[in-house]
């Protein structure tokens, strides 16, 4: 500290350098039955700090995962009694609106923060969130921020919650139609993954969940993506095993990228994991979210792998390899929205990479591929490759 004060004081200005580090850590477990009262996984996590002590809980509940698992409060409950001398419910599970609904009203937050201050509930009390990515993002946020922070335990119900968004490290809701204005950085105390929840959504959930493990291998891990092909008929016809597995490698790359990637809270220009993720953003607000965020998402690899192929990074034919996995697992990679054009004659999807670089600010950052397993990434995307891109798509996609 001294010989920083020396290094700079000039004239009447000291100027100190504050600096520390902060170590994270979370489990992130996966299992099945996590609400069955002998499964020890929730209540040995939850009291894993502080063994001998009964641990207070406010738990909300996903409002259509309750629609197919309607005794699921009931469980909950059930649990906590079995587990009485580390476990106390300050309320019955409470149940909150699920997908973007929870995200869109800041009404829903402070209910929720309401709740929090009416029960109590100090720095050392959980919070338990059940549910899709929305209402994890939504409850994180309550979490994150009520008493400048709350233990959160996640369990995420859908594909994409337990192989991506639950796992992370973020929260957000959305403000005035921009979505995840409003959030924050802040790791869980514990994430639970169990598989018993993703069994009971719709195949095309299923299905749409898969496309980040698809993205993930791409940039990241041949050998994963080399599974994918093999197993793509299981994943298909949602084989338990393979599911698990998918979810499980899906979520471990996720995990490293945050701890090994070097900037866990994104304060860079370059989002790594969001290879396809320019175009799917734009391609999800331009068709209204009919396509849910994994089909976007979908399109945008077959978009980006297609184009890195234009561009010389990639290999001729893995783009045809790519495109052939994505739809084997049941995408369809084709969608109006992508010949959508301005006024001015542009694509529209266009306008997804400025906001794409507006989101983090600082230099467009775009990741594509240069094998299948390994991204790159650029600074710039030629128009031209991208018009000859979504043309191929077009192509493909007749008969
Ligand atoms: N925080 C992050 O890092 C991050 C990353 C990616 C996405 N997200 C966010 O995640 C959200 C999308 O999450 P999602 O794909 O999990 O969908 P979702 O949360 O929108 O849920 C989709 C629907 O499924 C229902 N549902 C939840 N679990 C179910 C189950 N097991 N069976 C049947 N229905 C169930 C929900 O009620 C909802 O109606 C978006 O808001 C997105 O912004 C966050
Ligand atoms: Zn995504």
Redesign the pocket.
């Known amino acids: 500290m001294a010989e920083i004060e020396r290094a700079t004081r000039a004239a009447e200005t000291i100027c100190y350098l504050q600096r520390f580090t902060v170590a994270y850590e979370y489990p992130v477990v996966f299992t099945r039955g996590v609400f069955r009262p002998d499964n020890p996984a929730l209540v040995s996590t939850i009291s894993r700090l502080e063994p001998d002590r009964r641990h207070r809980c406010l738990v909300f509940v996903?409002?259509?995962?309750l629609?197919?698992r309607p005794g699921l409060s009931e469980e909950i409950r059930a649990y906590v009694a079995e587990h009485r001398d580390r476990l106390e419910l300050v309320a019955p599970p409470l149940t909150v609106p699920?997908?973007?609904k929870i995200?869109n009203d800041l009404f829903h937050i402070e209910w929720m923060m309401g709740l929090v201050f009416d029960h109590r509930l100090d720095r050392h009390s959980f919070i338990v969130a059940v549910?899709?990515?929305?209402?994890?993002?939504a409850v994180g946020l309550v979490a994150a921020t009520s008493h400048r922070g709350i233990r959160l335990v996640r369990v995420?119900?859908?594909v994409?919650?337990q192989n991506?968004?639950g796992v992370?490290v973020?929260?957000?809701v959305n403000l005035r139609g921009s979505?995840?204005f409003v959030g924050t950085f802040a790791p869980p105390f514990a994430v639970l993954n169990d598989l018993d929840?993703?069994e009971?959504?719709?195949p095309r959930?299923k299905i749409?969940?898969m496309a980040e493990a698809v993205k993930v291998a791409l940039i990241r891990d041949g050998a994963f993506f080399a599974w994918l092909e093999r197993n793509a008929e299981a994943l298909a016809t949602f084989d338990p095993e393979a599911m698990a597995y998918m979810i499980r490698r899906c979520a471990e790359l996720h995990m490293q990228q945050i701890a090994r990637g070097g900037d866990p809270f994104e304060t860079g220009s370059a989002r790594p994991l969001d290879f396809g993720h320019w175009a799917a953003h734009k391609l999800e607000s331009l068709t209204r979210h009919h396509l849910?965020?994994?089909e976007a998402v979908a399109i945008g690899i077959a978009l980006d792998t297609r184009y890195s192929v234009l561009a010389g990074l990639l290999a001729p034919g893995a783009d045809e390899r790519v495109c052939a996995l994505l739809e084997l697992l049941g995408f369809r990679l084709w969608n109006p929205a992508l010949q959508a054009r301005l006024p001015d004659g542009s694509l529209a999807i266009l306008q997804g990479l400025a906001e794409f670089r507006e989101h983090l600010g600082g230099e467009l950052t775009i990741t594509l591929l240069a094998d299948l397993g390994r991204g790159v990434e650029v600074h710039a995307m030629d128009t031209r490759l991208i018009e000859e891109a979504v043309s191929w798509l077009a192509e493909r996609e007749r008969p």
């Not at 996903?62 to 995962?65: A, M, N, P, T």
């Not at 549910?131 to 993002?137: E, K, M, R």
């Open positions: 996903d409002e259509g995962l629609r197919v699920g997908g973007e995200k549910g899709g990515g929305a209402v994890l993002d995420p119900t859908t994409l919650a991506d968004s992370g973020k929260n957000a979505k995840n929840f993703v009971l959504l719709p959930d749409a969940g849910r965020h994994g």
